[in-house]
């Protein structure tokens, strides 16, 4: 099945502990973002890569990293929490721009900062 | 999930009537508008988008209009399901990446039965 998986799906941590959010995407798509989510903002972009090696900011990136090693996965690094960015995190994945600008999203990882 | 939900605008109709839900939207220069449904617990869903140099596409049972004079968007869904009820988003593609896209708060589609 096509799909964008991410882990965990909840994560409840403490502030200043590093973490990663893991995103697997099995659709071969070149590009791979990754976007927050709180109320009354909607989802807002953190970073981007269009390719492997290659990762842009978004409009939100302060707090975060991301590397893209291989094709297939994007991970989302918090290297010191803050309770801020306590939120729900979407990746979503799409491919090489042709007709269609639809992305492909994962599940979700609600994520609290203590 | 249902924090999500708080404070969006929220748009109740009837099973079987047509829903049209509306967007304003910020950058002149965008080349695209496209249209996510996200349903409770999961992650948005594409449903269409439309180039800036067309004021109207049809997909299955929605059609997306486009005025640019106004920066106004909007989504009409013919028949709305229960199925429809949902989350929907709007979002830009800026200028200068295919990535770069803005999503607008969302809007709530509750169907009454």
């Known amino acids: 099945e096509a799909q964008v998986t991410q882990n965990p799906r909840y994560l409840i941590t403490v502030t200043g502990k590093k973490l990663t959010v893991t995103c697997s995407q099995n659709?071969?798509?070149?590009?791979m973002s990754w976007y927050r989510q709180d109320p009354g903002l909607g989802l807002r972009q953190i970073y981007y890569?269009?390719?492997?090696?290659?990762?842009d900011k978004g409009d939100v990136p302060e707090g975060y990293k991301v590397s893209r090693k291989e094709k297939r996965n994007f991970p989302l690094i918090l290297e010191s929490p803050s309770p801020n960015q306590t939120s729900l995190y979407f990746c979503?994945?799409?491919?090489?721009?042709?007709?269609?600008?639809?992305?492909?999203f994962g599940p979700g990882t609600r994520l609290t900062v203590l | 999930g249902e924090s999500v939900g708080l404070h969006l605008p929220t748009l109740s109709v009837q099973e079987g009537d047509n829903s049209i839900i509306n967007c304003a939207y910020s950058?002149?220069?965008?080349?695209?508008f496209i249209w996510y449904k996200q349903e409770s617990g999961k992650g948005p869903q594409f449903i269409i988008d439309?180039?800036?140099?067309?004021d109207k596409r049809q997909g299955q049972r929605v059609t997306v209009l486009l005025n640019k004079t106004v920066k106004h968007l909007s989504l009409q869904i013919a028949a709305t399901q229960p199925g429809d009820s949902a989350v929907y988003f709007c979002?830009?593609?800026?200028?200068?990446?295919?990535?770069?896209?803005?999503f607008g708060i969302g809007t709530k589609l509750q169907v009454i039965p």
């Open positions: 979503a994945s799409s491919p090489y721009p042709g007709d269609s600008n639809e992305q492909f």
């Open positions: 659709m071969n798509h070149e590009y």
């Open positions: 890569s269009m390719n492997v090696e290659v990762t």
């Open positions: 950058n002149s220069a965008s080349d695209y």
């Open positions: 439309i180039r800036s140099n067309m």
């Open positions: 979002a830009e593609r800026r200028p200068g990446g295919y990535q770069k896209v803005t």
